[in-house]
């Protein structure tokens, strides 16, 4: 199954690589495009649980880097949630 790596700026400037281990995450996010934190957030925890599915149905278990990745967005999201404006630029998305 072709994974997908891309990656995004962080409303502080940092940039983290990420990735999906499934196309589907073009369906959710754009390349070059920002994101209010929050809409990225619920884009990320819509496609990578889709993600992790479409894993399950061509090998017959779920994804564990997909619930790992979505850890992380979470995790780094946090750092930014009294922001209320903060944006995520997706740079890239391969």
């Known amino acids: ?3 997908v790596h891309y990656q995004l700026r962080w409303p502080d400037g940092s ?3 990420c990735h999906s281990p499934s196309t589907v995450i073009r369906h959710y996010l754009a390349p070059h495009t920002r994101y209010p934190l929050a809409q990225f957030m619920a884009l990320a925890r819509e496609a990578y649980p889709r993600a992790s599915e479409r894993v399950r149905e061509v090998y017959g278990y779920a994804c ?3 619930a790992d990745q979505l850890e992380v967005l979470e995790r780094e999201a946090a750092r ?3 922001q ?5 630029e997706v740079l890239d998305l391969a």
């Open 15 to 17: 940039v983290a690589r």
């Open 84 to 88: 209320p404006d903060a944006v995520v």
């Open 80 to 82: 930014f949630a009294d």
């Open 1 to 3: 199954m072709p994974s």
């Open 64 to 66: 564990s880097s997909a």
